[in-house]
């Protein structure tokens, strides 16, 4: 159950980095755009794989979109997740 607490914090915290990097991506003037910070991320996953039935027909694929920010926010919930596991004792 703690491992995956702490798999949900670290997923949520890459998932709002990301969500955030690309909000400021669309927000910033055109003049910041152009810094290495801020370039496109790029998708690492896997391709939708199809299984068909008779009744019904199931899509399953994963893919993240990986940018600096992602990682700043991986950074952030991991920090938290250490200080929640060190102050509970």
């Not at 491992?3 to 990097?21: E, Q, V």
């Not at 290495?36 to 694929?61: Q, T």
Request: with cysteine; charged share 15%; aromatic share 14%.
């Amino acid at each position: 159950m703690k491992f995956m607490t702490y798999a949900l914090i670290l997923l949520l915290g890459f998932l709002i980095g990301s969500t955030c990097g690309e909000i400021m991506y669309l927000l910033l003037p055109a003049r910041y755009l152009n810094l290495s910070v801020f370039e496109k991320g790029f998708l690492a996953g896997f391709a939708p794989v199809a299984i068909e039935l008779k009744v019904v027909h199931i899509d399953i694929g994963l893919k993240f979109l990986i940018n600096f920010f992602s990682w700043i926010g991986l950074l952030i919930s991991s920090s938290y997740a250490l200080i929640k596991e060190l102050t509970a004792k």
